[in-house]
Each structure stands twice: as C-alpha cells, then as structure tokens.
C-alpha cells in the first residue's frame, strides 16, 4: 500500500454517526488510511455491526461504540472509552445528525428546532471540549465537521435545520483560528445531496430536480465525501483550516 493511503497510520479517528450512509464512508477511507477508527452509532445496532464487520473484514482496525452524542454525560463515557480501546482521539469528524423534515416556518416547534441545535451545535461543542486537551498536548489534531450545501443555498422551507447548519459554521470558524497555534486544524465538509439509505422514500421527480440543476451532470458518491474527509485529516491539509470544503459538483457557484 502506498505511502500516501497510509498516511494516518497511528492516528485515532472518531466518527460520530458512522454505521450508515456517508459516516460509513468516511470511517472506510479514514482506515483505508491507516487510522483506527471508533465507529458511533446510537440506536440500530444490526446496522452497526455490518458497518464494523466491512472495515474488519478489509483489514482495518475498528471499534465500535453506541452513545447519544448530544448527551454531555455519554459523550464523556464515549470519549473515555474510545481512548481505552484504541487510544486518544486525533481525528474528530462530526457527522451525527437525525431526521430533518422540510416545513414551512410556522409549522415547526421549537422543541425541534432544539433538537437541530443539539445535533450541530451542542454535540460538536462538547465533543470538541472533550478531544481537545489531548490534541493541544500533541501539537496535533483535525477537527471535521460536517454542514451541507442548503446553509449556503439558503433551501426554503428547512429553517430549523439551515439556523443549525449556520450555527456549526460559525462554531467551526473561530475554533479554526483559535486552535491554529496548537497545530489543530478545524474545518468543514458540505456535502450536496448524496443518495443514501435514508433518502429511500424520496420520489423520482424531487431527485430529477434536483439532478437538473447540478453542473457535473452525477450524482455524488459518499465515496466523494470519504475522500474529502480522509485529505482534510491527513498531513496534505496541514495549513487548511477554517474553511468549508463544498462535495456538491459545483451546485454551490451556480
């Protein structure tokens, strides 16, 4: 294996939210890379472990975790225990997220606009303030978080969900410049609309629409989003941080 698909090797990575979909993907290529990889899940445990089982079965070094990580007190216990298992985290990539339905404005309670700001807020502050200190220590660490093209967008209809996005931009920027000194990176991938099992129930005609509009004519792959996130951890990226890397095909310069 080359040089280059091993750069990680001896780095820890957590993914939170990584049994399924593009978290699946961006634990794959971070081991592919040569880390150890903590897999988090909350609730679908089957799934889980065939996301644990692909990246054993291929060689790599995985565990796997179950926490609520917009819980302060599991997120504690989950930190704790990926450092037991595998080691202190350098690679943290902030993926979790939960259903996100698309109403008009007044039709959302704010009981659920919380629980956006939990996902994309809270849970990358206090994941940060827990992974940190080591990161400081080392003079080494990546912080990844992961937004979506709509907070650039400004997608109707999806307010609660863009405020968190916004919300996790903001929280990212000025992490970036304040970590820079201790040779931590902190920037953001934002995905375009990538096709993935949650995205099931979604109708042929709202994926037509949105496939006309994007300007490299495919749809993209969580490959695409493994990729982007595996660079942003590696040592190529050392002087890259505070930005916001768009996967979408070009849909955001339109």
Wanted: glycine share 8%; proline share 3%; hydrophobic share 45%.
């Amino acid at each position: 294996m080359s040089e280059v698909k091993r750069e990680l090797e001896g780095r820890v990575a957590l993914v939170t939210g990584s049994s399924t979909g593009l978290g699946r993907a961006m634990a794959l290529a971070l081991a592919s890379a040569g880390a150890r990889v903590a897999l988090n899940y909350h609730h679908n445990e089957a799934r889980a472990r065939r996301a644990l089982a692909e990246l054993s079965e291929a060689g790599h070094q995985a565990e796997l975790f179950r926490a609520d990580v917009t819980s302060e007190a599991e997120i504690t216990r989950l930190v704790a225990e990926v450092t037991q298992k595998l080691g202190p985290v350098d690679i943290l990539v902030l993926n979790a997220t939960c259903d996100q339905p698309m109403k008009p404005v007044e039709e959302y309670e704010w009981a659920f606009v919380q629980r956006m700001l939990d996902f994309f807020v809270k849970s990358p502050f206090l994941l940060t303030q827990a992974c940190v200190g080591h990161m400081k220590r080392q003079g080494w660490g990546r912080i990844i978080n992961i937004g979506s093209e709509v907070l650039a967008r400004g997608v109707p209809n999806f307010s609660a969900y863009v405020a968190a996005k916004g919300g996790q931009n903001g929280l990212h920027r000025s992490l970036a410049t304040e970590l820079a000194p201790f040779g931590i990176t902190v920037n953001m991938v934002a995905p375009g609309w990538v096709l993935v099992e949650r995205h099931a129930q979604v109708t042929e005609a709202e994926k037509a629409e949105y496939f006309e509009q994007l300007p490299a004519a495919r749809w993209g792959r969580a490959e695409d989003m493994g990729e982007a996130v595996a660079f942003l951890a590696s040592d190529r990226a050392a002087f890259i941080t505070g930005q916001t890397l768009h996967v979408n095909g070009g849909n955001t310069v339109c």
